[in-house]
């Protein structure tokens, strides 16, 4: 028995695997049972989410009439970025740690950093740690919507802006696995638009779920989805916020697909899945047309795997023929 865990900003979710990760094509419907997810904790001491995942492993464990110690490996695909202490991966998520902008972004705690990688190990030997943009990226290609391509990308729009990359077959990962984190490119000087690592003005500030409520609930829209549901039945009001939204996030992808050359990115994240018909074809205009060279025949599409997509990234880093003594070993 194996276990797979999703760490994102506004939620934890664990599963416990049964069936093999390797292998493309379809997914088996049981891959994954005794799914469980909470809000992600940011309150208590900084390793609060890493004794989360151990208290709800421990109970899917329960449900599955087994014990914690009979997981013989566990796959970890998290929001970032990360750093590291002494080898170990800690995580200095914006969404999660409220020290790196202060109070004025609304956190419950100071942390600069929460110890993830150490904490868990002291439980399991068998541990592999990845960016979630870029496990979820290993996921599409596997099972999803980016099967047969060796240049291309994976991007969720959720409660942050995430990405994994891919340029001729090789997934890219960077010095301390922090490869794709274009939801921190500058793109404005709005000085409404606070990101939780402190930035002003970065795509992230701009466009994630949770920027969304902090920005527009002074003119009556209290999340991202009360902004796009009222752009779909015709508020101007809300369809103008919508397109200014989707300019920034058409240009950030139109950013990555010139840089990168690829052929296909996938989308998910809540924001984007939701309403992901009206969404998809706003962005792509933002992309189709414009320095043909580059980006003719690159297509935006949903990603295969939909909601889902975070389970299966973590499942998919189960499948490593050598496990390393630190996630990020070389």
């Known amino acids: 028995m194996k276990a797979c865990v999703d760490i994102g900003g506004t939620k934890v979710a664990v599963s416990l695997a049964y069936a093999a990760a390797s292998g493309a094509g379809a997914l088996p419907t049981d891959a994954l049972r005794h799914r469980r997810f909470e809000p992600t904790a940011t309150t208590g001491t900084p390793d609060a989410v890493a ?8 109970r899917a464990c329960d449900e599955a009439g087994a014990r914690l110690a009979d997981i013989e490996a566990v796959g970890v695909s998290s929001c970032g970025p990360f750093v590291l202490n002494g080898g170990m991966i800690e995580l200095a998520a914006p969404n999660i740690c409220g020290g790196l902008a202060g109070p004025a972004r609304g956190l419950p705690n100071d942390w600069t950093r929460a110890p993830l990688e150490a904490p868990l190990r002291e439980t399991f030997a068998r541990l592999r740690i990845d960016n979630d943009g870029i496990a979820a990226l290993q996921a599409e290609r596997r099972w999803g919507a980016l099967q047969g391509f060796d240049h291309c990308a994976y991007v969720t729009w959720s409660t942050g802006i995430g990405c994994g990359l891919c340029v001729d077959g090789h997934v890219l990962r960077g010095k301390q696995g922090n490869a794709g984190h274009a939801g921190h490119l500058f793109v404005s000087d709005n000085f409404d638009a606070l990101c939780g690592c402190g930035n002003i003005g970065d795509v992230e500030g701009l466009v994630a779920g949770n920027a969304l409520a902090r920005r527009f609930s002074a003119q009556g829209y209290a999340d991202a989805a009360a902004i796009l549901t009222a752009a779909r039945r015709g508020d101007a009001a809300a369809v103008a916020i919508v397109d200014e939204l989707c300019r920034v996030m058409g240009r950030a992808l139109y950013n990555l697909v010139i840089t990168l050359d690829v052929q296909r990115i996938s989308l998910g994240g809540s ?4 309403h992901r018909d ?10 189709s047309g414009r320095l043909p060279a580059l980006t003719e025949g690159c297509d935006l599409v949903a990603a295969g795997l939909g909601e889902r997509v975070g389970d299966f990234a973590a499942l998919a880093l189960l499948d490593y023929p050598h496990w390393p003594s630190v996630s990020l070993s070389k």
Do not use: D, E, T
């Open 51 to 58: 004794q989360q995942i151990l208290r709800m492993l421990g």
């Open 271 to 274: 924001v984007f899945w939701h």
């Open 278 to 287: 009206y969404l998809l074809p706003r962005l792509q205009s933002h992309i």
